[in-house]
């Protein structure tokens, strides 16, 4: 198969798609650290417990995600590292 | 009774534990196509009871697994039984209208997340359909439904172990109580989803020896005890005795899961909950009110509007944060994974653009069953086998019921 035929079937969506992930993962925590722990706040000013979650719960959650987001934040970074070499090889081939 | 920790790690321990069951769930369920409506759907379509076998296994096993770690004093009973919901007409007419807008949007709860993370628009529609969905039930549905719930119209007013087997069988949460109850719940649905893969398998074996040729000497060579369709026991594994080859192939993500490999890895996760949340959390699989309730609360929230503070459910039943909105995340996280690393990613859009119309038309129908039903396919049905209710029960039949309809429904369309 020439690298011509290779380079042509390699897909730009492959490596657009680690980095939609880690932008998902790093925005949802950041998301969680503004939105959520106000609106929760929120709640306990308006004296609505019946959803509000205590801040040992919150904290919790934040922590846990944190560590979620590291993880899935690496795994995207590799993947699309691996794949961008991909791409710079068979573009050096050609 | 309160209810009591099994595990002293704290709740950061409970989300993540929460987390990394929604990555193996969105996972496993990618890799192993997992999906109840389609299970269903192929009884009524082409006669099938393969996946819909495999449910049941599902089922049972998971009713076994939770017993016996109550039987064995792993987990309280008062664990077990504590979040059992209240029942009542609310169940089953929420359950009819999810089977028939899950049929016609192409995708369960569980499925519907892993093939939008697997990049299928019409799986992404029916997620916002669904979000609609959850708001008309919010301010249509529920300060009715809830009335009735108060004051026992058609509906039971406890829950917790009025809804627990082992209390209404033997009027008591006893460890011998709740073996007996497990057994009696889960033996039974194992056995019949093994005997109807079996049925399903030798038909499927007969059909082909009659398509090739060799149909008479097959009829006649008593198909239940040859290859895959042999004795139940090993029917019932079959998908997860491997080779060698066959688990690197599954392990290298070349070959997708069996439907029994998945069905025990799914219960497999489970179990995870099952112990990590008893006493902190509701500690079972639930996906339905953070997908469904919590990403429309969420995606208003930086627009300033908070839905908790004035709107009817939102402001009395969805907490603004819980273990099972890591659980969606990582689901998502998981099943993108799985699809991409497979090579299956892709941005699916239907050639037929009415299909995008149906796929959201049937979400908000997904959004309004789920919510009126008090959770999904995952989060009532498959869960309340494990709590050993019955509310998965009556969830399983008029499910069944919505999607003979949607059939019935798509043979007129098409």
């Known amino acids: 198969m020439s690298t011509q035929v290779t380079a042509q079937r390699f897909s730009y969506a492959r490596l657009i798609a680690p980095i939609v992930l880690v932008l998902f993962v790093v925005g949802w925590y950041q998301f969680s650290i503004v939105y959520i722990q106000g609106a929760d706040n929120q709640l306990v000013a308006s004296g609505n417990l019946a959803v509000y979650v205590p801040i040992q719960q919150v904290n919790g959650y934040l922590a846990a995600l944190l560590d979620a987001t590291y993880i899935a934040a690496s795994a995207g970074l590799i993947v699309f590292v691996y794949h961008l070499a991909k791409l710079l090889r068979i573009r050096s081939r050609r | ?414």
């Open chain 2, 1 to 414: 009774m309160l209810p009591e920790h099994v595990l002293p790690f704290g709740y950061a321990f409970v989300y993540a534990a929460f987390g990394v069951s929604g990555f193996l769930l969105g996972w496993v369920a990618q890799r192993g196509n997992y999906c109840f409506v389609n299970a269903m759907s192929s009884v009524f379509t082409t006669r099938s009871y393969d996946r819909f076998g495999a449910l049941l296994i599902l089922f049972g096993v998971s009713a076994l697994m939770t017993g016996l770690l109550v039987v064995v004093g792993v987990v309280p009973a008062v664990d077990q039984y504590y979040d059992n919901y209240f029942s009542g007409w609310y169940v089953v007419v929420g359950a009819v209208i999810f089977g028939f807008g899950a049929t016609m949007a192409g995708g369960c709860n569980l499925s519907m997340l892993y093939r939008a993370a697997s990049g299928y628009v019409q799986n992404w529609l029916e997620l916002v359909g669904m979000m609609v969905g959850t708001y008309i039930f919010a301010v249509v549905i529920w300060p009715f439904q809830s009335y009735t719930m108060a004051n026992g119209i058609l509906s039971t007013k406890l829950g917790a172990y009025t809804e627990y087997l082992p209390y209404d069988l033997f009027h008591s949460v006893s460890q011998t109580s709740v073996g007996v109850a497990a057994a009696l719940l889960g033996v039974p649905l194992v056995a019949l989803g093994l005997v109807l893969q079996r049925r399903t398998r030798s038909k499927r074996l007969l059909d082909g020896a009659l398509t090739s040729g060799t149909g008479i000497s097959l009829t006649m060579a008593a198909p239940a005890s040859a290859g895959p369709a042999g004795p139940l026991p090993s029917i019932g594994l079959q998908g997860t005795r491997l080779g060698f080859a066959s688990a690197k192939d599954i392990l290298l993500l070349r070959r997708p899961y069996g439907a029994n490999l998945s069905t025990l890895l799914l219960a497999g996760t489970l179990l995870l909950v099952f112990v990590s949340g008893a006493g902190y959390t509701f500690n079972y699989l639930v996906i339905t009110s953070s997908d469904g309730g919590r990403f429309l609360e969420y995606i208003l929230m930086p627009f300033g509007v908070n839905l908790a503070l004035g709107t009817p459910w939102y402001n009395d039943a969805l907490p603004i944060v819980d273990p099972s909105v890591l659980m969606v995340v990582m689901l998502i996280v998981g099943a993108f994974l799985a699809s991409y690393l497979s090579g299956d990613f892709k941005v699916r859009v239907p050639r037929q653009r009415k299909r995008l119309a149906i796929g959201f038309s049937g979400g908000v129908l997904v959004g309004v069953g789920v919510r009126t039903a008090l959770g999904c396919n995952v989060g009532l049905m498959w869960t309340n086998f494990a709590q050993l209710g019955y509310d998965g029960m009556l969830f399983l039949f008029a499910m069944l019921f919505g999607v003979w309809i949607a059939v019935k429904v798509q043979r007129r369309l098409v």
